[in-house]
Antibody, heavy 118, light 107 residues
Framework: QVQLVESGGGLVKPGGSLRLSCAAS????????MSWIRQAPGKGLEWVSY????????YYADSVKGRFTISRDNAKNSLYLQMNSLRAEDTAVYYC???????????WGQGTLVTVSS | DIQMTQSPSSLSASVGDRVTITCRAS??????LAWYQQKPGKVPKLLIY???TLQSGVPSRFSGSGSGTDFTLTISSLQPEDVATYYC?????????FGPGTKVDIK
């Protein structure tokens, strides 16, 4: 069965960096586009970034452009989000999700919490 | 960028009621619209894609309609397990913005 497992979250000071990982299993990872979505405590969903199956096409939300970098390693069935220059407003649960090829996100991981605080 | 709005922001209805949630895009997005359900403390779950196609395993009391700028999610007979926040998401082009959500609970 499809599984997405995020890791790498934690407490970081403003201005710091963190790298999130998402380990995929149960499907052919290299065939699917992937996204990162975040949810601040008590708030709604915010789409963060998207990467095509080959990694050749990447998009970012304006709120993270220039600070976050999405990447993938299809040989390791893994998705990554490098987060630099972190701000308090980046505090959120970060989910990785699969684009099911139907213009929607059909599988989501359990999420990893990132807290940016001094 | 295209903005997504939802109405109402919250609603309370009785078990068995028909519930309708509206999602509006500031520009046309054809039928590139998905709906998600997020129960309290849980991960979002895909309900509907392409505006009206029910995801496998989703109960048939859920339905979606619309095209262009105006979309609706309907629960034909509200059940206690439908208590959740519902989000729409545009998927025609980046940014793949979510709506602000509609919180549904039982009266």
């Amino acid at each position: 069965q499809v599984q997405l497992v995020e890791s790498g979250g934690g407490l970081v000071k403003p201005g710091g960096s963190l790298r999130l990982s998402c380990a995929a299993s149960g499907f052919t990872f290299s065939d699917y586009y992937m996204s990162w979505i975040r949810q601040a405590p008590g708030k709604g969903l915010e789409w963060v970034s998207y990467i095509s199956s080959s990694g050749s096409t990447i998009y970012y939300a304006d709120s993270v452009k220039g600070r976050f970098t999405i990447s993938r390693d299809n040989a390791k069935n893994s998705l990554y989000l490098q987060m630099n220059s972190l701000r308090a407003e980046d505090t959120a649960v970060y989910y990785c999700a699969r684009d099911g090829g139907t213009y929607s996100l059909d599988y989501w991981g359990q999420g990893t919490l990132v807290t940016v605080s001094s | 960028d295209i903005q997504m709005t939802q109405s109402p922001s919250s609603l309370s209805a009785s078990v068995g009621d028909r519930v309708t949630i509206t999602c509006r895009a500031s520009q046309g997005i054809s039928n590139y619209l998905a709906w998600y359900q997020q129960k309290p403390g849980k991960v979002p779950k895909l309900l509907i894609y392409a505006a009206s196609t029910l995801q496998s395993g989703v109960p048939s009391r859920f339905s979606g309609s619309g095209s262009g700028t105006d979309f609706t999610l309907t629960i034909s007979s509200l059940q206690p397990e439908d208590v959740a926040t519902y989000y729409c998401q545009k998927y025609n082009s980046a940014p793949f913005t979510f709506g602000p959500g509609t919180k549904v609970d039982i009266k």
